[in-house]
């Protein structure tokens, strides 16, 4: 009994304990609030993209001297600005840029930045196209496939060289095809020797064929089929060239270079498609420049699609592995891709990103670069048209049309509509590219806080995912585990952690520790102690009793003895002599012992009881 009454006390001391631990946390400000906190509605994100649009402009005006990035990102995002266009104009060297350097990539994002107010680009282009060139990174092959899948006889021209192959009834090939060719050691396709990329190949065979193309990464990997597939009936004629290009900083293809100039090419008009060969082959390798995000732009991929959907970290960010540069330049490279699309992931990026503005609105304390970068990207308005050209006026959404990759649009027999204006890298299209919904894909839509087990393909309803959706694992970092959150800058009331965060642009801030929250603390002490005695002063009672009752007087071990009658005059020990003369007294009768009064009667149970318990 004593054991379950001392349990009882100690759990409702506990509760006491927790309640007044949770009033302290609230009187310290901030420290368990989340730096990207609950998702922002709608009526929120609208103030915040526009405090953002403000921010920028203010950080533009106030300031006197921009880099190359900062002016290009500010024309993305605000339009026409003179003092980013001289800031431009100033670094410029011949129709590239920087002029201390010329680069692939700067060039083209300058490319980007006038064609957004119309200012004309064809000498920026022609500078582009004379830095291409074959990738000798790639190896190529020719197939000829029998449409009937028999046997059959092929002739191989180019050049001077008339060659014949056999198809075999496995589909293997045999003969000699040449200098130029050779059968690869699967027996399957022939090799297109690195001296003969540039060669045209007539083939004929004795039954209807189909001919295309293959690559691969040089050293292996995997196998991509071109995009172009030519067939022909018995005797017929295809021709084959490979065309493959790059864009080279001196004599080597520039990766990152040539995805920024194939964006811009197609931007400004141009067919980016002789580029996507060493674009798709090599982007294993160069993971850390987010290729999927420019390919997928570009030809509407699925592949690439999934690829961006799936790489985005806890659900709200992107940042590739060993980047150059940091969170918020690569998830504006994936919201750059995902424009227009009915993506779930990109409306959560967009939402976290609105959580983590700084106070002024902008983001990475107040950068400029990458605020106009995630502006364009994410929230992309009308440009301000340049002086001296004439941006499209109307927009293509608007006027009916759809945004989307040149290839993708030309694949869907749609034509490219130059005098319309979308806000982002894509191309007005004339039509819209069929897409099912996911249902008809054999998928499912997962929820916010889902990811996809398998791959994801785009929808009309969002993103699909081909596999089961699982719930998306909570990913703590060294700061939330110290009890503070991550954030652009810390506020005045909040001091800086070393502790690291999720995204590694950020600080981890927890709140500064405040008069009121000192003095909880020592209330909760106090409070701690005082339950400690009630729970001894319980579980020692008994003892505790019969110190009480001594320290009065009121309690001994003693037995209980009749009082003596009270004494007369001239009695000795309280008895009179019997006088003489008188006869025999007789012996008194028994004398009856005087009940004890209830109240002693009751003190002596007590203590009978309180001597056996001690025992």
Known sequence: MKKSLLVCVLFLSLIMVSAAANDSNSTAGNRTLPSSGALPQTPGATQGVDKAYQCLENQIKNKTSFSLQEAVFGILALGSKQSLLDTIQNNAGSNCWPKSGCTLKETSQVALAYERIGKNTQDIENWLLTRNGTPSDLTWYLEADISNHGA????????NTKATIQVNDDMTLSGNPGSCLSISPSGYWLKV??????????????????????????????????????????????????????????????????????????????????????????????????????????????????????????????????????????????????????????????????????????????????????????????????????????????????????????????????????????????????QQTCTQRGGLICSSGQTCSGTTQQAIDGSCCIGSCQVLPVQTNECEQAQGSCSASCGSDQDELNALCADTSQVCCIAKETPASSGSKLWIWILGILIVLVALGILFRNKIRIMLFKARGKGSSSPYTRPLPPSSPGSIGGFRPRPSGFAPVRSPAPVQPRRAPPRDREMEETLKKLKEMSE
């Open 152 to 159: 059959a006889s092929c002739t191989i021209s180019y050049g």
């Open 193 to 434: 020797q690195q001296n003969c990329l540039n060669t045209q190949f007539e083939v004929s065979c004795t039954e209807d064929f189909v001919t295309t193309l293959l690559y691969q990464k040089s050293g292996g990997g995997t196998v991509y089929v071109a995009p172009t597939t030519n067939s022909a009936p018995r005797l017929g004629t295809t021709r084959e060239s490979v065309g493959a290009q790059c864009f080279k900083t001196g004599s080597s293809c520039d990766y990152e270079g040539s995805l920024w100039a194939a964006l811009a090419l197609q931007k400004t008009g141009n067919d980016p498609a002789p580029f996507i060969p060493y674009l798709t082959a090599l982007a294993s390798d160069n993971t850390r420049y987010f290729p999927s995000s420019f390919i997928f732009s570009i030809t509407g991929g699925d592949d690439y699609y999934s690829d961006i959907i799936q790489s985005q970290k806890s659900g709200k960010y992107w940042e590739m592995s060993a980047t150059p540069y940091n969170t918020f330049y690569d998830t504006s490279l994936a919201l750059l891709a995902l424009q227009g699309r009915n993506a779930l992931e990109a409306d959560n990026a967009r939402s976290y990103l609105l959580s983590i503005q700084t106070p002024q609105g902008c983001w990475n304390n107040n950068n400029i670069r990458d605020t106009g970068f995630i502006l364009y990207s994410g929230w992309g308005r009308s440009s301000v048209p340049h002086d001296g050209g004439s941006a499209p006026s109307t927009s293509c959404t608007s006027a009916g049309y759809s945004c989307e990759g040149r290839l993708s649009c030309l694949e869907a027999q749609g034509s490219v509509y130059e005098s319309f204006q979308c806000a982002d890298a894509r191309v007005c299209c004339s039509v819209h590219p069929q």
